[in-house]
Each structure stands twice: as C-alpha cells, then as structure tokens.
Nanobody
Framework: VQLQASGGGLVQTGGSLRLSCAAS????????VGWHRQAPGKQRELVAT???????RYSDSVKGRFTVSRDNAKNTAYLQMNSLKPEDTAVYYC?????????WGQGTQVTVSS
C-alpha cells in the first residue's frame, strides 16, 4: 500500500482547501482512512476518519468545518477544509491501518495566514 497526499498550500483565514489521498493497491476499499495533522512543536493529532462503510468522525477542533469523503472507484480519500483558521496550519497526513501495518502518506503542508 502506498498513500500519496496532495492539495496543501497557502490560504487566508476563512479560505478553503481540499486534500486528496491517492492509494495504490487493492486493499484501499476494505479499510478506514484517517487524516492526521502535525503542527510545529506539537504532537500529531487525528482530525478525521472515514470507515470502509463511509461512517465519518471528526475531532472537536474541526467538526463542522472539515468533511472527509472517499471515492473507492478512484482509490482516493478527500479532506475538504472550509473556514480555515491559522491554528489549522500543519502538515497533513493520510493513514490506513491494514491488518497490523500502518501506512502513511508523505504529508502535505497547509498554511493559513491571518
């Protein structure tokens, strides 16, 4: 399994970005996808997950602003981020736990200017 995250960039407060996580391999549809982020000097945190049956969960910090989705036909997961705030600035990673193995995308930088 290889995960490729993309879509980050620089945006002003209140703006929007959509991150993508493209997966290789045939297991993508059978497992949940998580989006995590890590800001400088902080621990990595889980912000959103989507199960294989498209049940979604969000951290309190992004609930109501971020939407996670997946397109199994394209082996791709998405994180739509609206109403961005400076505190959303971080490197964002997608993740899948396949069996007992963790797979991480390479990360994409999101910077929100005030």
């Amino acid at each position: 399994v290889q995960l490729q995250a993309s879509g980050g960039g620089l945006v002003q407060t209140g703006g929007s970005l959509r991150l993508s996580c493209a997966a290789s391999g045939s297991t993508f549809t059978n497992y949940a996808v998580g989006w995590h982020r890590q800001a400088p000097g902080k621990q990595r945190e889980l912000v959103a997950t989507i199960s294989k049956s498209t049940i979604t969960r969000y951290s309190d910090s992004v609930k109501g602003r971020f939407t996670v989705s997946r397109d199994n036909a394209k082996n791709t997961a998405y994180l739509q981020m609206n109403s961005l705030k400076p505190e959303d600035t971080a490197v964002y990673y997608c993740h899948q736990l396949v069996g007992l193995r963790d797979y991480w995308g390479q990360g994409t930088q999101v910077t929100v200017s005030s």
